[in-house]
């Protein structure tokens, strides 16, 4: 099940919905990015920090559109979180999601769906394999952890050079 063009969902074995958490307005998480609640204002979520832990009050967000056509923002907008909603955050061991990086796109209408992704720039997907843990970056993105168990969120199950989607489970 996909969220959006860059990420979704393979299994939601173990999965945890922890209930619905305001973004900040202004804000724009990218659908699947890296999220905790936010310590300072009470319901309401925030980017994780680089390497943050994992537990509880940590997880993705996900976030699910209305129509395009009911909702007042470009289609390039239906890969974020837009700012000021309710939206899950979502954990669980076991469970797998997949996510990609994908450049800008230039529909048949004309309409332009904006380069997102939830892989930093640092991550070459041809580098990955299977066992490597991947950790927040801090910039709502997903990095390679640095040899360390801390701050691992996911396990990379695989990785697709050619089609750029990683398949990865939660370790908490």
Sequence with gaps: MGYSRNFGMRS????????????????????GAPVVLDSNTPGFLEAAGAGAAPG???GV??????????IKQ??????????????QIVHGPGA????????????YDGDVHAAAGLLASSVVVA??????????????????????TDGE?????QANSSTGVVEAR???
């Design 74 to 87: 470009t289609s390039s907008d239906l890969n974020t979180v837009p700012g000021g909603v309710y939206a």
């Design 12 to 31: 939601f074995e173990n999965i945890v919905r922890d209930g619905r958490f305001r973004t900040a307005a202004g804000s724009a998480h990218v659908i």
């Design 127 to 148: 580098n990955l394999k299977p066992g490597d843990a991947l950790t927040p970056d801090g910039s709502g993105k997903f990095k390679v952890a640095n040899g360390t």
């Design 56 to 58: 509880p009050a940590a």
């Design 61 to 70: 967000v996900v976030y699910e559109h209305l129509l395009p056509t009911e």
């Design 153 to 157: 969120w996911f396990v990379v199950e």
């Design 96 to 107: 797998k999601v997949w996510f990609k990086n994908t450049a800008s796109k230039t529909m």
């Design 170 to 172: 939660f370790t908490f």
